[in-house]
């Protein structure tokens, strides 16, 4: 018998007056499975998330998460946004301890901060706990927020644009710590990206959409690169590029105003450019 999915996406809608960005939208997530989102900017990304997440609701449609359908926020989703929303006037520590003290209000002052410090720690910053956001790099801030996140103990973890504001460098290291705390909570994890080659070096799958109006999945990825993965071993992988290249050349001939020349053209260009020259669509 197949296990039943953890997350439930089914026939998700959203109208406006005049325009509907998305319809008949479902989607599966199994327990434990990293899927990312991928698609141009006005295809509804960050609307499929907010739903998900329960700060918006759909024009029509469900979603379930664990069996529960979602109406409304809940501490059993963590979300993560590229703004990392620290409290300015609490210190790093502070600010995962606040939200640990919602998720778990039986749990002493001293187990709080055991905890969230396990998870500051966790990220690589102890030492800098009793910084206030002012006082840390984008980087350490959006540490904060992956801390903060994970501590809660999320059943399903929700990412949009995480590592979006970071440079190259900072961005790689961040990849690489989301990973091995995902690889070590085994907690669910979706994640919207514009960058095809972060999705395929952090997704067990991959979802591709169709440009709105109107917008679809039209598309499921399995990268079936083996984990755990690194870089310099990826671009060597012939796969890596199958995968890539068929990334690349959906989501170029699903642009607005795409010829299939234009598809073509843009999988050349860019099939020689792996990891160190991410594909990035523009925002």
């Known amino acids: 018998m197949s296990e039943k999915p953890f997350l439930i996406v ?20 199994k327990r434990g499975e990293f899927v990312c989102l991928i698609g141009h900017s006005g295809c509804g990304k960050s ?34 946004f590229q703004n990392h929303n620290l ?25 709080v901060r055991a905890h969230s410090m396990q998870y500051i720690e966790m990220v690589g910053l102890a030492g800098a706990e009793q910084r206030k956001p002012a006082q840390l790099s984008g980087g350490m801030r959006q540490r904060v927020g992956i801390a903060r996140a994970f501590a809660l103990q999320p059943q399903l973890l929700l990412m949009d644009e995480p590592f979006g504001a970071l440079d190259a460098l900072t961005r790689s290291v961040m990849q690489d710590e989301l990973l091995r705390i995902w690889a070590r909570t085994g907690q669910t ?36 690169v083996p984990r755990p993965r690194e870089r310099r071993r990826m671009i060597h992988d ?22 299939p020349q ?13 990891l160190a020259g991410s594909v990035v669509l523009s925002e």
Request: proline content about 5%.
């Open 10 to 29: 089914e026939n998700l809608a959203k109208r406006y007056p005049g325009l509907v960005v998305f319809e008949d939208l479902s989607f599966r997530v």
């Open 47 to 80: 609307t499929i998330l907010n739903v998900m997440a329960g700060l918006e609701r759909p024009s029509e449609g469900y979603v379930f998460v664990n069996g529960r359908e979602v109406l409304r926020p809940g501490l059993d989703r963590g979300v993560i």
């Open 87 to 111: 409290l300015p006037w609490k210190s790093a520590l502070q600010n995962v301890m606040f939200s640990v003290r919602a998720r778990f209000p039986e749990w002493s002052r001293e187990r």
């Open 189 to 224: 994890a979706f994640m919207i990206t514009h960058d095809v080659d972060e999705a395929i070096y952090l997704a067990d799958r991959v979802l591709l959409m169709s440009s709105g109006p109107c917008a679809e999945v039209a598309e499921s990825v399995v990268i079936d």
């Open 238 to 259: 012939p796969h890596y590029y199958e995968l890539r290249n068929r990334m690349v050349d959906f989501l170029i001939s699903h642009a607005t105003g795409a010829t």
């Open 262 to 274: 234009d598809a073509q053209s843009k999988t050349e260009h860019v099939a020689g450019e792996p």
